[in-house]
């Protein structure tokens, strides 16, 4: 079905300078439509994240399954075509990235395929890797699991460390010692990630080793009562086996500017003009942070059309220059400083859908500025944000 402008939709597209023109109504497809859909997600994926989806092992499923679709739609022409009205930030310019079977249809299960997953229903719903024969042995050394009954608990553990896996925030490294496996920390065996949550007192076995019972809770909600050594073993057997490193910013600037470097990044602190109410009422505190590679006024460009700019205009507030960034490592780690005060609101799109912007936060202003003081000095890394206090403060203090 093809939407009809009104006229305050013809009057915002003026605004933009954008003429629009009366089409007589398409009848679709059921393929056309799907592809246009498909299109749609992996648009409203670049417009929050502000890059195209990428491959990736340790990129999120979704998002590997849209980059793979992203790939078929610029390879096959038809696709191109009947997306191209649609592509407003050019997404189909790039080459695609993987080799592409012929297909006649984008459907996600073969998609899905393509990058090694299948969907499977166990006792708690999920998406799982195909694991390797390597891997199921390992499993096999594993001590037998229970479900686990307070995942809910642990949940919101394994989501974060994802997260900060996809922004580069952690790295997942080959696991090398026992001395690793501590209360806290994270690995990946038998194709699972798997957290350390407890660690009862250490004793010598038979063999006169150091050993431990392990509380340890797996990302498919289960868990196990297993023995350090256990865990140990089934690390060093399964070849994918991984230690998940802990979260750290990484070289956010380089060592050495070179002449006639130009900045590389622009941190941006925006306040909303929305008139959702809880954005009215907090107006002085509520602001959305980024980092852009272009100009400010071009990212805020057609701010009322978007919803990550809560569909309404935005005014600049700050705005911080930067030379010889990594910004995709910068905006995760503030948005991580700032992640108690993330802002939870809902934003219907110009299509009636509901989203939920991310890069908004409650935060005052001078906080803001001195993040970016210690960004400068390199100190950021070491806190986080207090809402209570509304100040920083250092990790574990």
């Known amino acids: 079905m093809v939407k009809e402008f009104t006229d305050e939709d013809d009057a915002l597209l003026a605004e933009l300078g954008v003429e629009v023109e009366t089409k007589k109504a398409v009848m679709r497809t059921p393929r056309e439509e799907r592809i246009i859909a498909g299109f749609e997600e992996i648009k409203r994926f670049a417009e929050e994240h ?6 990736s092992e340790e ?11 992203l790939d078929r739609i610029r390879e096959l022409q038809e696709c191109r075509e009947l997306v191209e009205p649609l592509d407003e930030t050019g997404l189909l310019t790039g ?27 166990p006792p708690i719903t999920e998406l799982k890797h195909v694991r390797s024969t390597a891997e199921k042995k390992a499993a096999e050394e594993i001590a037998s699991r229970d479900r686990c009954e307070d995942f809910e608990t642990f949940k919101p553990l394994f989501e974060q460390v994802q997260k900060e896996l996809s922004s580069s925030l952690r790295e997942t490294r080959r696991f090398e010692l026992k001395a690793e496996i501590e209360p806290g920390r994270f690995f990946i065996v038998g194709g699972q990630k798997a957290y350390v949550a407890e660690m009862g007192e250490k004793f010598s076995n038979e ?23 256990s865990l140990q073993r089934a690390l060093n057997k399964d070849e994918a ?4 490193t802990e979260p750290t910013a990484g070289p956010l600037f380089s060592d050495q500017t070179i002449d006639g470097d130009e900045a590389s990044g622009t941190i ?15 107006r002085e505190l509520v602001h ?30 700050a705005t911080y220059e930067l030379y010889n960034i990594n910004r995709t490592k910068l905006e995760n780690l503030i948005h991580r400083v700032f992640e108690p005060a993330r802002l939870e609101i809902e934003i219907m799109d110009r299509f009636g859908r509901p989203v939920v912007p991310r890069e908004w936060f409650l935060v005052p202003l001078f906080v803001i500025k001195e993040a970016v003081e210690r960004i400068k000095d390199g100190t950021i890394s070491g806190y986080r944000y207090d809402p209570q206090g509304a100040k920083l403060t250092k990790r574990g203090a």
């Open 50 to 55: 502000e890059r195209e989806p990428q491959h």
């Open 59 to 69: 990129r999120d499923i979704f998002e590997r399954l849209y980059a793979v679709r």
């Open 95 to 121: 080459a695609a990235k993987v080799p592409l079977a012929d297909a006649e249809e984008l459907d996600d299960d073969a998609l899905l395929a393509e990058l090694g997953i299948e969907v499977e229903a």
């Open 207 to 229: 063999k006169g080793h150091t050993d431990a019972r392990l509380r340890v809770i797996f990302d498919n909600g289960t868990e196990s009562n297993m023995l350090m050594r």
């Open 241 to 244: 086996g991984r230690r998940i």
């Open 268 to 282: 941006y602190v925006l306040r909303s003009k929305a008139d959702h109410p809880l954005v009215a009422d907090n």
């Open 288 to 317: 959305k942070i980024g980092v852009t590679n272009m100009s400010v006024e071009k990212r805020i460009a057609g701010a009322q059309l978007q919803p990550t700019f809560l569909m309404a205009n935005v005014e600049i507030v």
